[in-house]
């Protein structure tokens, strides 16, 4: 017998977003279970399962909006024998990966597993579903350290899905202290020695710190230092800027090092690629998506321009603009930050000679820019010295897949491209 689902009466007359949706056609569903969730002006309410049964058809999309007796789904129902357990056990996990469903058949052992079990007032300040904290609750993770990619930042069952599964194939959380056979850290009361303040990590900061941290011990790293004299570029830059100021475009050197990192990339694809899941194989990517890190009052994220081969310097100014006010205002989307095949991370606008980047897997390589400094330098041997603006490099490379002599000879190309202007045209 089919069953249709239909909006509820939800204490307002007007259509209200679906923020969310718990399952998808296929899904075997006991009565009660959470179907969506809608969000009205003051609160956000879960619509339930009348019958236990089979969902047929799904009648709206995130997105849409709905208002009372509205149709949601079809379902064809069942006997009371179908139970959230066996809900449980089928995951759900049966989006996860092969091996660990043979292994973790039960949600108990799905916690053991990936080792997350969070304290009972973690997530609180996350914006989830009541569905998607019951899930999340049921399998031990916390949502804190979930990266979201639904509307608005909110964190969807399928992120849950997606960390447990990275978990499951990766190991634990570096967050759990307990990666591989490093120490927990010691609990210290720093109280004993002064007066202290107690301040929350950003979500921004905790999910980019584990990450970090995974990567810096999972990736043999080596940092090779390089100097790139960018005298005749910058003269160009600042000619280009002065005329394109009534514009209101901001024409910087970053625009310039994409451009000519792409030709690198083309002429070293190594550094265009990622290592696969086994570790065994190399994959070369054909497309060229630069992340480019941008700081925040939140703390570090890492946008994506897309397609830079295909994007003139002006047209890189532009999207560069939008992009960085996109990142500052919080509105940056899972998507947004997706798909990167090489990161730059400039701290020229704010100082220093030279840092070493970590890389952000799976890429296999970051590079770091520090401020321009002018410096003497001798043209020959016979002339005098001459000032020139030096520009330092800094490239983290991932040893499994780059050697020495392959970064050095990449970094001495891309030092070539940006002291003659000429060569970005080619």
Not at 55 to 60: C, G, H, P, R, S
Not at 238 to 254: D, H, N, P, R, V
Not at 376 to 395: F, G, R, T
Request: glycine content about 8%.
């Amino acid at each position: 017998m089919v069953t249709e689902v239909r909006v509820p009466d939800i204490g307002t007359p007007n259509k209200v977003p679906v923020i969310e949706i718990l399952v998808k056609v296929g899904d075997k569903v006991s009565k009660d279970t959470g179907l969506l969730t809608l969000e009205t002006d003051k609160a956000t309410m879960e619509i339930p399962c009348p019958v236990a049964g089979v969902i047929k058809t799904l009648k709206v999309k995130i997105g849409d909006k709905v208002g009372q007796n509205d149709l949601l789904f079809e379902l064809e129902a069942m006997g009371a024998t179908s139970s959230l357990a066996t809900k449980k056990e089928e995951i759900k996990v049966a989006s996860l990966p092969t091996e660990a469903v043979a292994q973790s058949s039960k949600t108990p052992e799905i916690k053991n597993a990936i080792k997350v079990e969070a304290p009972s007032s973690a997530g609180s300040d996350v914006y989830a579903g009541p569905g998607v904290r019951r899930f999340a609750r049921e399998l031990g993770v916390d949502l804190q350290v979930v990266e979201s990619t639904g509307p608005k930042g909110r964190v969807q069952k399928s992120d849950v899905e997606e960390f447990v599964r990275d978990h499951l194939e990766n190991g634990p959380s570096v967050g759990s202290g307990s990666l591989g056979n490093l120490s927990p850290a010691p609990v210290i009361d720093f109280n004993k020695f002064g007066e202290t303040e107690t301040k929350a990590l950003s979500r921004i900061k905790k999910l980019s710190g584990a990450n970090l941290h995974r990567n810096w011990v999972s990736i043999p790293h080596v940092t090779h230092f390089e100097e790139a004299n960018i005298t005749e570029l910058e003269a160009f830059r600042k000619e280009q800027q002065i005329a394109l100021e009534k514009s209101g475009l901001k024409f910087t050197l970053l625009g310039f090092l994409i451009k000519a990192l792409v030709s690198s990339l083309k002429a070293y694809p190594n550094f265009n690629s990622s290592l696969d899941a086994s570790g065994t194989e190399l994959i070369l990517k054909k497309y060229f998506h630069v992340g480019i890190a941008v700081d925040t009052p939140n703390g570090l994220v890492v946008p994506v321009i897309r397609d830079v081969d295909k994007k003139g310097l002006i047209d890189l100014a532009e999207e560069l603009g939008k992009v960085s006010t996109k990142a500052r205002n919080g509105l940056l989307t899972a998507l947004d930050m997706q798909g990167g095949c090489f990161t730059i991370s400039s701290l020229g606008g704010i100082g220093g000679t030279s840092f070493t980047p970590i890389i952000n897997a799976p890429e296999v390589a970051i590079l770091g820019v520090s401020k321009a400094q002018i410096r003497l330098i001798m043209a020959n041997m016979q002339s005098e010295a001459i000032p020139q603006l030096m520009l330092p490099l800094s490239l983290s490379y991932d040893h499994r897949v780059i050697d020495g002599a392959e970064a050095a000879r990449f970094m001495s190309f891309f030092a070539k491209q940006l002291s003659d202007v000429r060569r970005l045209l080619l």
